[in-house]
Each structure stands twice: as C-alpha cells, then as structure tokens.
C-alpha cells in the first residue's frame, strides 16, 4: 500500500484535515460493519457453464430466430448461451422464452475483460432453470439481459406488452420464475465487496477553496475492490431530496482508479474519478459522512431503453404544506414500465452480484425489480438477493410479500419510486433484511406525510397503487420479527 501522512491531506481554513475511520464515525461509536460473505474466500467449484453435454444455443436443431416470435427450449436439455451464438438485436428481440421443467437455460463465462453475452427478449418463464454461475461458481464475464416493451405501443413486437396487459401477464417483460417444485432462478455475478461504504473525508465541491484535486479523488472508509470504469453514486449532504433538488451525484472511476492507501496506519480507500464532483458532500467525525455506493455489476438485468416515463416534467411544484417552497409533483412520473423479475411460490431465487437498471412498472401490482411472492419458507431459506445494485426503478427495489427467511443483504438502490425495500403485508417474518443502502427515494403522484395507507381522503387510485407510497421511504418495514441490521438510508419521505 501507499503510505500517506495527514501533512499530504488537504488543508480547509479551519485548519488541518484528519481522515475519520470506522470507529469514530457514529456518535455512539457504533456502526457494524458489512461483512465479507463467506464464499470470497474460495475458488469456484462445479460451475453449470462447464458441464459436459451442453447443447449449444445455435445448434442446428435449435437455433431459434430473433423476429419476436417465442421460443420453447426442448424437455429435458441443458441449453447454453455463448458470446456469439444469439441473433437478437435491441431493435429484434427474441420473443418469450419459456424453460419447462425439465430443461435448463445456462450463460457461459467468456472471463473477466471478455465479451459480453447480451440477450433481446421479450421475457422469460422459469418452470425448470435459469443458471448465470452456481452457489459456488460466480461469473466473472460480462452479461446483459435486456427485457423489452414500451409504454402503449401497439406498433411494434412490444405491443403485447401495454401497462393493462402487465397486470395479469407475470412474464411480460419480465423473469417470471413460476410456482413449480424445482424452478429456480440462479444468478451469481462477481463479488464486490463492500458494495457502499462511507466518506472518511468531505468532497468540497466546486465553490470551496480547496484544491480541485478533492472534488475527484475520494476517500472511503473501506478499502474497496470496485472496478475501473464502474459507476458510483455519492447520496446528497441535503435534508430535501428531490428529482428538482438533487445533490446526490453520479460519477465513473478512472483506470487504475481504485487503491488502498495507509494514512496514520489506518488503511482506507481511494478511487480517482474521470470527472470532478461538482456538490459539497458531508463527512463529519462523530456524526455523520454521505454514502458511497456502487452501482455497476458484470451481469445486468435491464428493460430497454423505452422504458422511462413520458411523463417526467415538471420536476416540482408549489407546496400546500408549510415548511418546503416546492414539492414533487402529482400527476408525473406515473408511466415508468420497465422489466420486472418475480419468484412465486415452491420456487427458488437466489440473485448475487446482479446490476438491475430500469426496472419495476409504476403502479402495477407485484412488478418490481425483485419480487418474491407468497414465497414458501423452505425455498426462502436458500433464496436470497446479495450484494446487488438496482437503480432508476419506477417501482421499488425489492419487495418481500408473504415471504420467509430471505437474505437481502448488501445491496445498493438508487433512483427509486416508492419504497424501495418494502415488507409487502406485514406476515413477513425471519427475513434478514442487512446491510442495505437506499437513496433517492421518490413519492409516487406527489408527497405527502402520512402514517398510514389511509390519510383523510387520500385513498387508492389508477395514479396512487399504494397510498403509503406518498411518503416513500428507503425501509418500510411492516414486521419487527425480522433481522434489520446495519443498513443506511438518504432521503425519501417517511422519516
């Protein structure tokens, strides 16, 4: 490591700078730290990618076109997807790919800095299994699987996919991993770890005397292993956080842009960004430092790029309550329909390492980004979502319905309308919700502050799915019988 003194640091005019590490970040002096999942410790063993008797997506017997039409892997097989094989483009998607119980839909591992494996897809059902990796066998290649569909269009392959259609279709535009004993979807992405942590020193920002060095060259509480040219989030040092007053700030790190240096014996992360932050960010001994998150992942589940609202303006409007002078709007933002993924019942999930970007449909029942419904408890103790990012959701991060012993443990959400970790009905019990980050946070049709789903005559409606969702938080929980440690949250509208 890079030895540094607090003498290379820089100076602000209250005088010398000091790093503030883990044990003195908190007022209490306490605050656990994420711990390393048991698994990056060993080498990868029976992974599904190199199993013997595979057959390949483009064999002559399979081979399936890309024209929007569906595709029915053959009972009983093993199919893999290798880089090069698929024929779908953004602009030709496959059609609904369905894996029946005895069959199996497999993603190879071209290594770290290979060629991405990218399907176009109108959705897939999971009655047999969806295999990226194992347990014990993450990928290290780069993956994308685009979910495609638009808002009301009827003139295209996406026209199946209207928002009235997406409330009775499980599959529509989504991974529907259906209530069959022995469906699983398996999804295990390369570890990066931690997955958020902490300033050990402010970000000045552009106004600050400071040497513009600091703007883009952070200091972390954690030594972290995050990749060059990934994407991080640094959550807003502001009270208010809106989409029309927004602090939080979006960065890439540069190559060779991640180290772990010792200042004063203490090691602490450094990531260089390709562009300065442009917004003070706060880091204060004893009290509290904004958050770092990771957003970027070598596999990624996304909906296309028709998925974003068109109906995103005004950003803000006059407020009818005291204390704001602007609010976020009713009436906009209510039209997001990205890709969704769902786990029902006897099924399996178990989603490591995955990056989930335009995802969840506004409004539209049980279309998340993740979604575990009516989730039997055996299943749920060996399912699990961990060490995964989503962001720009129109609907959630992740909701937990009727579902038992399930990990979510280290994720990243950001960029979230509604609640992002949500305890759907409140039965919910022994799930380990831990080590989370949720940031920016929207209310869905306007804000309001309520403490319940029922407020005056604020009640359901074809622009309000979930009242509760006027007043999103980053954690609503709805069960004190489950494990809730160590998570963060920036912004929203319940606390």
């Known amino acids: 490591p890079i030895e540094f003194t607090n003498q290379w640091m820089s100076s602000y005019a209250d005088g010398e700078e000091t790093l503030i590490y883990h044990d003195i970040s908190t007022i209490m002096n306490y605050q656990p730290s994420m711990p390393l999942p048991h698994d990056a410790r060993y080498e990868p063993v029976d992974c599904p990618h190199l199993e013997a008797g595979l057959i390949e997506w483009n064999d002559p017997s399979f081979a399936p076109p890309a024209d929007g039409s569906d595709v029915l892997i053959p009972p009983s097989s093993s199919v893999i997807i290798r880089v090069g094989q698929l024929t779908s483009t953004p602009e030709s998607p496959y059609g609904r790919i369905?894996?029946?119980?005895?069959?199996?839909?497999?993603?190879d591992d071209t290594g770290a800095g290979?060629?991405?494996v990218e399907l176009d897809t109108l959705g897939i059902t999971v009655e047999g299994a969806l295999e990226a990796g194992s347990s014990t066998c993450r990928i290290e290649g780069n993956i994308k699987i685009t979910l495609h569909g638009e808002y009301g269009n009827t003139d295209s392959v996406s026209d199946r996919h209207l928002s009235d259609a997406a409330a009775t279709d499980m599959g529509l535009k989504g991974i529907f991993?259906?209530?069959?004993?022995?469906?699983?979807?398996?999804?295990?992405?390369?570890l990066y770890h931690p997955t958020w942590t902490r300033l050990a020193a402010a970000v000045p920002g552009t106004v600050s005397s400071a040497p513009s060095v600091r703007n883009s060259e952070l200091f972390l509480q954690d030594c972290v292993n995050w990749p060059d040219n990934g994407k991080i989030i640094v959550t807003t040092?502001?009270?208010?956080?809106?989409?029309?007053?927004?602090?939080?700030?979006?960065?890439?790190?540069?190559?060779?842009?991640?180290?772990?240096?010792?200042?004063?014996g203490r090691g602490y992360g450094k990531i260089t960004l390709t562009s300065p932050l442009e917004h003070y960010h706060h880091a204060g001994e004893k009290e509290y430092q904004c958050e770092v998150g990771l957003l970027s992942r070598n596999i990624v589940i996304q909906g296309n790029d028709k998925s974003d609202p068109i109906d995103d303006t005004p950003l803000e409007c006059d407020s009818t309550s005291s204390g704001w002078t602007k609010v976020p709007c009713p009436d906009t933002f209510l039209t997001g329909l990205g890709g969704h993924t769902i786990v029902v019942g006897q099924a399996q999930g178990r989603l490591r390492g995955v990056e989930f970007h335009r995802m969840g449909m506004t409004n539209i029942m049980g279309r998340y980004p993740v979604h575990f419904h009516h989730h039997d408890p055996e299943s749920g103790s060996?399912?699990?979502?961990t060490d995964c990012s989503v962001h720009r959701s129109y609907f959630?991060?992740?909701?937990?319905h009727d579902a038992f012993n399930l990990k979510v443990e280290r994720n990243t959400?950001?960029?979230?309308?509604?609640?992002?970790?949500?305890?759907?009905?409140?039965?919910?019990?022994?799930?380990?919700?831990?080590?989370?980050?949720?940031a920016f946070v929207h209310p869905i049709n306007g804000a309001q502050i309520m403490p319940s789903n029922v407020v005056g005559n604020t009640l359901q409606s074809d622009k309000i799915l979930v009242p509760a969702d006027h007043s999103a938080?980053?954690?609503?929980?709805?069960?004190?019988?489950?494990y809730v440690v160590g998570n963060a949250a920036s912004g929203g509208w319940a606390g």
């Open 382 to 385: 060996v399912s699990m979502m």
């Open 237 to 264: 040092s502001h009270v208010k956080d809106t989409r029309g007053y927004n602090f939080n700030e979006e960065a890439t790190i540069a190559n060779s842009g991640v180290q772990c240096v010792v200042v004063d």
């Open 177 to 190: 991993v259906s209530n069959v004993e022995g469906a699983r979807m398996d999804i295990h992405g390369k």
């Open 396 to 400: 959630r991060a992740i909701s937990i």
């Open 114 to 116: 290979g060629p991405t």
């Open 413 to 438: 959400a950001f960029d979230i309308s509604g609640h992002a970790f949500y305890l759907e009905s409140g039965v919910e019990e022994y799930n380990y919700v831990q080590y989370n980050l949720a």
């Open 473 to 482: 938080s980053g954690f609503y929980i709805s069960n004190a019988h489950n």
């Open 98 to 107: 369905t894996i029946p119980e005895s069959s199996r839909l497999i993603f």
